[in-house]
């Protein structure tokens, strides 16, 4: 054997769920704060926040990111609560951006804060946002983020495309409340390079409330092909969103049916919630604190093994998942990072 030192592999252990399912992608939520109080998400006094204590650090978070990268994880999207109202994120996305073997990083925002970040998101190489768009009308965007801060939304907008950072829009259906949008809003999709995505809405808004007839993907479906009748649907990728494209269109759109759990048999993510927990579904309440373990003086080792055995004891589906956890309290989206 050659003395010579080997190259170090980046990804010497790949994931592998106990379904056959690579795991590659972590959703990371540093924050369960946010400016916006969306209905979907939130009831109107906002959610009860963790004691900041429990939150976990951008150190602690770097670490547990690094930990992530060396198993696996290709690509990781910062999420919230929302995300800028953290200090000190720029710094903290600069460095994970760096760690060897993290191929992709993206960031999911409301975009209240966000434009005056844009260059340095460019400078930084974000490979893309999203960014959450319910409706093309103020006052009606009032009436969902129970805020008046729509023309901050749509600088952020405008300003990722000057800055050529891709983009995708989230968008929740809500029945009675933007389901009359959808064409104005996949209409984005012909003026600009952008991928609009129309969201199932999802039972995640901190007050237990089960979603009376939700909007569901084959009704956005058949309303996308109703306005546009050259929708046409795209092969099948591993993400969450069924793609379509409208001939002539410089965007894409996209249906995520996160109600109907219809994407669970290509489920790639993992999710860490501003608390450090772990939750390998959205739709499982039972989770792993890695930053109270972190705290305890666990070594990387260890902590490698608890994600691993997470890994390996997932559910095949968001409804099983959700079975076994019928009792937990019903979380907000700014909780679980969405
Ligand atoms: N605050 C940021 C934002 O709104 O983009 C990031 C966090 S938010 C929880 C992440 C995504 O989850 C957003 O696109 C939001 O629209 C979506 N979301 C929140 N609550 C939801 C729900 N009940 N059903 C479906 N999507 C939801
Ligand atoms: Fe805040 Fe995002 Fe939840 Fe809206 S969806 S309340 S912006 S965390």
Redesign the pocket.
Same mark, same amino acid.
């Given at each position: 054997m050659s003395p010579q030192k080997q190259p170090q592999s980046r990804n010497p252990s790949p994931l592998i769920d106990n379904f056959g399912r690579p795991i590659t992608y972590l959703r990371l939520a540093v924050t369960d704060r946010?400016n *916006?109080r969306?209905t979907?998400?939130m009831p109107p006094e906002g959610i009860s926040l963790l004691p900041r204590e429990q939150v976990a650090t951008f150190e602690e978070l770097e670490r547990l990111v690094r930990i992530f990268v060396e198993l696996g994880i290709s690509k990781v999207r910062i @999420? +919230? +609560?929302? %995300?800028f109202v953290r200090k000190d994120l720029l710094p903290f996305l600069e460095k994970i951006k760096k760690l060897p073997g993290l191929n992709s990083l993206h960031v @999911? @925002?409301?975009g209240v804060q966000t434009a005056r970040f844009i260059p340095q998101l460019k400078k930084i190489g974000l490979n893309g946002l999203? *960014?959450?768009l319910d409706t093309l009308r103020p006052e009606r965007f009032y009436r969902i983020a129970r805020r008046e801060y729509f023309e901050r939304v749509w600088e952020t907008f405008r300003s990722a495309l000057s800055y050529e950072i891709p983009l995708k829009i989230?968008c929740?259906v809500q029945r009675g409340v933007n389901e009359d949008e959808l064409a104005a809003l996949a209409s984005l999709a012909r003026d600009y390079p952008v991928e609009v995505r129309f969201?199932?809405? !999802? %039972?995640?808004?901190g007050q237990k409330r089960p979603i009376h007839n939700p909007v569901q993907y084959s009704e956005i479906e058949a309303s996308l092909k109703t306005a546009f009748p050259n929708l046409r649907k795209l092969p099948r990728t591993n993400g969450t969103a069924r793609l379509f494209l409208i001939p002539g269109f410089k965007g894409h759109l996209g249906i995520i049916g996160?109600y109907s759990r219809c994407f669970c048999s290509a489920c790639n993510r993992l999710r860490l919630t501003a608390a450090g927990i772990l939750h390998t579904c959205l739709y499982n309440k039972n989770g792993v604190n890695l930053l109270q373990l972190l705290r305890a003086g666990a070594s990387d080792g260890e902590l490698r093994k608890t994600v691993f055995r997470m890994v390996t004891s997932r559910f095949a589906n968001g409804q099983q998942a959700e079975a076994a956890s019928p009792n937990a309290p019903q979380s907000s !989206?700014?909780s679980i +990072? +969405?």
């Open positions: 946010c *916006l969306c979907y998400c @999420t +919230g +609560g929302e %995300p @999911t @925002t409301n999203n *960014l959450s989230n929740v969201i199932e809405q !999802m %039972p995640f808004d996160g !989206m700014a +990072g +969405g």
